[in-house]
């Protein structure tokens, strides 16, 4: 299968810092996150394939595909390890890595994200890319952004959160709907129950309080599945790394540190 062009950024010098995007977003969700780490850490972002200025092949896409492509990005740039930090698809993508290219990881972070869904979950995958393949992009979008951020961080004029939220509206409704399609069948496919137990690089897990897409308690899941992965929690809705990106960049920074 064709491998795809991925766009990508670098910034800043240190120890490598790879961070991988939520479905439905490009590598300019991270900026916050990415400012606040940039003076001590060299920051690689991609966008995923289909996303943003990133190829999009034709489908099927499986999240071993999108670990696949995070391994070449990661080869590309110098071969690793790196701490990768991925959230939503970007935290799944986290798993399917450390389980297939543990050579590559010093460590991962896993936000907002989940390791299985059911078959009532999947039905609602499997209905939302019917909505998106057959009325587009738009039809989606409102509802996305309700489940992304609190409903205060999409008021908030004066801090500046209605208008990171209008961009990230702009941007996912210009993304390719085939392969945003794509994308949410790759996702709504996983299962990490088993690989995540082999896992051996040092882990830390992320939730929103607030995130009712992927609840507290697929974070805490996630958690016991990875041996001796640590939990912790921001105030936040799905996109935490957005509606919180200082925090979220200090609990990296923490975790970053503890590994010596």
Not at 21 to 32: I, P, Q, R, S, V
Not at 119 to 136: D, I, K, P, S
Not at 176 to 191: F, N
């Amino acid at each position: 299968m064709k491998k795809p062009y991925l766009h990508w950024t670098q910034e800043g010098s240190g120890p490598v810092v790879v961070l991988s995007h939520a479905l439905g977003c490009e590598l300019g969700m991270w900026d916050g996150v990415a400012a606040a780490l940039k003076s001590r850490y060299t920051v690689l972002r991609y966008d995923h394939r289909g996303h943003g200025r990133s190829e999009a092949v034709p489908g099927p896409y499986t999240m071993d595909l999108l670990a696949d492509d995070a391994a070449g990005f990661i080869a590309a740039q110098g071969g690793g390890p790196v701490h990768f930090v991925g959230l939503s698809m970007g935290g799944m993508t986290a798993q399917a890595l450390a389980a297939k290219y543990p050579e590559l990881v010093k460590s991962i972070t896993v936000a907002n994200a989940a390791m299985y869904y059911d078959e009532a979950a999947r039905a609602m995958w499997a209905a939302r890319v019917q909505t998106v393949l057959a009325q587009g992009m738009e039809a989606i979008a409102d509802g996305a952004l309700q489940r992304w951020f609190t409903p205060e961080f999409r008021a908030d004029e004066a801090g500046g959160g209605k208008l990171r939220v209008a961009a990230l509206r702009e941007r996912l409704v210009n993304t390719d709907a085939a392969a945003y399609a794509a994308s949410c069948k790759a996702v709504a496919g996983i299962d990490f129950r088993a690989g995540n137990g082999g896992i051996q690089c040092p882990a830390l897990v992320i939730a929103g309080t607030r995130d009712e897409a992927t609840p507290v308690a697929m974070s805490e899941a996630i958690c016991k599945s990875i041996p001796g992965a640590q939990l912790q929690t921001l105030p936040a809705a799905h996109l935490s790394a957005v509606e919180q990106p200082a925090a979220f960049a200090a609990l990296l920074e923490r975790f970053f540190e503890s590994q010596g």
